[in-house]
């Protein structure tokens, strides 16, 4: 059975720092690109970040830029999302999602997503 599970969560103190894992299970990532997605209380999700199978290509939603760095170790079958000088409206539930795609790229569109992890929350409170 292919699961995602995500973890590194917490409560943090603004400009803190987490870095959350997403861990495959039952398949092995090499060829799935893997997007970062939040959803706060009240609204909608939205896509974060997301990097290739191969990790050459890799996208920033602008809010993120700068602070967030997405990275994997395929042979670890797991991909992080380092978060740093985060902000009190990073405050969400971040899911992990994988895409089977042979290929150098990603997008931050959800439906672009087959596979999704059970989600980790963050909260940045002071």
């Known amino acids: 059975q292919l699961q995602l599970v995500e973890s590194g969560g917490g409560l943090v103190q603004p400009g803190g720092s987490l870095r959350l894992s997403c861990a495959a299970s039952?398949?092995?990532?090499?060829?799935?690109?893997i997007g970062w997605f939040r959803q706060a209380p009240g609204k909608e999700r939205e896509g974060v970040s997301c990097?290739?199978?191969?990790?050459?290509?890799?996208n920033y939603a602008d809010s993120v830029k700068g602070r967030f760095t997405i990275s994997r170790d395929n042979a670890k079958d797991t991909v992080y999302l380092q978060m740093n000088s985060l902000k009190p409206e990073d405050t969400a539930v971040y899911y992990c999602?994988?895409?089977?795609?042979?290929?150098?790229?990603?997008?931050?569109?959800?439906?672009?997503?087959?596979?999704w992890g059970q989600g980790t929350q963050v909260t940045v409170s002071s």
């Open positions: 999602a994988a895409a089977f795609v042979p290929r150098d790229i990603c997008v931050m569109a959800a439906g672009f997503y087959g596979y």
């Open positions: 039952g398949f092995t990532l090499d060829y799935y690109a």
């Open positions: 990097i290739s199978s191969s990790g050459g290509s890799t």
